[in-house]
């Protein structure tokens, strides 16, 4: 094996927490930006109270999903 | 995000300058970065052969180590380290940072500890007179003598606070030049440095100020142009070698939410605080069950700005280290050169990648938080006049 792997099943938990929160952010974050762009396509002269909005609630977004993060990251270095 | 979409036609040839300047600094910094790595590791498996001498062959690369060393704060300004010839011993080269300790025995007492590791650094605290207790990975310094009621405070700087004075001193020298050129250039074409920083300066009035803060923006520029900056600029610094990265130190962010929560709580309106106590146009039971709500929505609103700018700067930073591990991993510790050799292009490939995201990332984050703070401080700015105008119609 190239790594060896060795840990508790917390570790375990750790991981498939993180591609948990990986998933959740990304369906959340493409959604968003899959509207966002059909939006300004539909209406160019919006293109930038769209891209505002887009980006704080992306931001919105990103921060639940880094909690997540955080959270499995502890309990990878405490597990 | 108007500063980014200026394309113009004849730019190609420029264009491709700064595009070539830019991935020669980037690959640069892969490859300091990666030597940083790689010493850090080979004084560690050093001190654990030392330990250890049964357990010779087995070097083990131990990652969480090297990432908590990076991130963490510690009372010296780690370099790099330097091999000797003889005995495979790696000496740290690393600037100690000076103590500074009020207590109730010798009152206010500056000096200098010199040493590396636990051991020489105890040595030098006790002919000062002072012991530091190691817990963990933390350093408290206490009074040898220990006194029944003596007490001990600790001023002394750390890597994250000298890094923070350095980028302030920067950033004072680079907007005096800014605000200079300003005065001198009034009503002609930007010179210099103030071209850069000129544009993005508007920005930040126009596009996140001025929509937000219900035109009050004037009284909170200062504060939010030294927070998207010191954000920014620290960010950068924190991608350069030699540099700590201070935005991912939790206690930094928290200091800046802090000042978000402040700033927003003091200059909330009668309707602000009346939407938090007594929540308008609802029934009763309503009205008591919005009060602990809105509450835990003053608190939270600035702690997920703290948690996403140190999340997103600290993991970019994990991210970095572990793929530039990767090599050593593989490598196993210089056993394997195959192995290391073989991961090496891919790894070099991942990080020059998560290096450039990481450059955007930060001038992304400092816009955000900039933009989050003038939210927040907008909403506590607006009077809801039409709610009391429904109120006075209901009465």
Known sequence: MFLEISGSIGHMGAGIGAGLVAMGAGMGIGRLAGSAVESMARQPAATNDIRGSMILTAAFIEGVALFGEVICLLISFTA | ?395
């Open chain 2, 1 to 395: 995000m108007k500063i980014f979409n200026r394309s113009q036609p004849n730019m190609n040839p420029y264009l491709f300058k700064v595009i070539k300047t830019l991935s020669l600094i980037l690959i640069t910094l892969c490859i300091s970065y990666s030597l940083g790595v790689s010493n850090e590791h080979e004084s560690k498996s050093n001190n654990s052969t030392q330990t250890e001498h049964g357990n010779e062959s087995k070097k083990s690369f131990d990652v969480s180590e090297l990432l908590f060393h990076h991130v963490l704060e510690s009372h010296d300004w780690h370099i790099l380290d330097i091999p000797a010839a003889e005995d495979g011993h790696y000496t740290p080269i690393s600037i100690p940072l000076p103590w500074i300790v009020y207590s109730s025995e010798k009152g206010l007492d500056f000096f200098m500890l010199s040493g590396h590791g636990h051991h020489e650094l105890d040595e030098s605290a006790k002919q000062k007179g002072y012991t530091i207790v190691h817990k963990g990975k933390s350093e408290k310094i206490k009074l040898l003598s220990d006194p029944e009621n003596g007490f001990i405070i600790d001023f002394s700087p750390s890597k994250t606070v000298i890094q923070m004075l350095i980028i302030g001193l920067i950033m004072v020298l680079v907007f005096r030049s800014v605000a200079k050129g300003y005065a001198e250039n009034r009503g002609a074409a930007p010179k210099g440095v103030q071209s850069l920083f000129e544009p993005i300066i508007v920005f930040i009035r126009d596009e996140v100020a001025k929509p937000n803060l219900h035109g009050k923006h004037d009284r909170f520029m200062p504060y939010l142009l030294t927070l998207f900056f010191f954000i920014w600029f620290s960010n950068i610094f924190g991608m350069l070698p030699i540099n700590s990265n201070i935005m991912g130190n939790i206690s930094i962010t928290f200091t800046l939410a802090l000042l978000t929560l402040i700033i927003t709580n003091f200059n909330g309106t009668a309707s602000y605080w009346g939407h938090i106590f007594w929540f308008p146009n609802v029934p009763l039971p309503v009205k008591l069950l919005m009060i602990p709500v809105e509450l835990v929505g003053i608190v939270s609103k600035p702690f997920a700005l703290m948690v996403r700018l140190f999340a997103n700067i600290a993991a970019g930073h994990f991210m970095i280290l572990a793929l530039i591990s990767l090599i050593f991993l593989l490598g196993k510790g210089g056993q394997s050169v195959g192995g290391a050799l073989g991961i090496m292009p891919l790894s070099f490939a991942f990080t020059l990648f998560i290096m450039t995201l990481e450059v955007l990332v930060g001038i992304i984050q400092a816009y955000v938080f900039t933009l989050l703070t003038c939210v927040f401080v907008g909403m506590a700015l607006e009077s809801h006049d039409h709610s009391h105008e429904h109120e006075a119609h209901a009465h």
